[in-house]
């Protein structure tokens, strides 16, 4: 992967970097996987009978079971978050898996259309066979975010905590994983540098 070089054009500034032909392909191969995630959890939520009449689409009220999809979809709070609340939260009965099956219910729908609006924007933008290619503004966002959630995934898969493990043995099973972990975080990372305006390391 090369580094991104930000652009600036008459249409506003311009992202551009370039990938061989087997990263294009693994992007597209774990973006897919993703996005069929997310359409099976969407698939999965009960039935509305108000959703026709009222446009408000619902989703599921329950955490997702797969630990990917829940670290995709996270609680809304945890019970740490309530402390605090004001007494009239409290003497409604509310509890923290009240309050996040509320707002799964309410948001969920909304969160998932824009991690695949996002995810679909990094497929229609991958070259096919590789090679050099421009970014939008817009684009270079939704890559960003495409990239986080493709790295939460893999992060669940290779049990990634905040502080590391920085590199796995050659030999460990999950080591090529890890490395695809790492060149998306570089990738990232290189691409949220150049929207700041900022040199790569």
Do not use: C
Not at 165 to 171: G, I, V
């Amino acid at each position: 992967m090369r580094k991104w070089k930000r652009v600036t054009t008459a249409n506003g500034p311009r992202f551009r970097s370039g990938l061989a032909s087997h990263e294009a392909a693994l992007l597209k191969n774990l973006v897919t996987a993703m996005i069929g995630l997310l359409d099976e959890r969407e698939s999965s939520s009960p039935t509305d009978e108000l959703e026709e009449i009222t446009g408000i689409k619902t989703g599921n009220a329950e955490p997702p079971r797969d630990p990917t999809l829940r670290r995709l979809l996270p609680d809304f709070y945890k019970p740490d978050d309530t402390e605090g609340k004001t007494d009239d939260v409290a003497s409604a009965g509310d509890t923290p898996d009240s309050l996040n099956a509320a707002l799964r219910s309410l948001h969920e729908p909304d969160i998932i259309d824009a991690k695949r609006v996002a995810a679909q924007k990094l497929l229609d933008t991958v070259p096919d066979n590789g090679g050099r290619f421009e970014l939008t503004e817009d684009e270079a966002n939704a890559w960003i975010a495409a990239v986080n959630d493709i790295r939460l995934t893999l992060g669940v898969m290779l049990e990634i905590g905040p502080d590391g493990p920085e590199r796995l043995p050659a030999d460990h099973p999950l080591a090529v994983h890890f490395d695809v972990y790492q060149w998306l975080t570089v990738l990232q990372e290189y691409l949220v540098l150049a929207l700041m305006g900022k040199p790569a390391g």
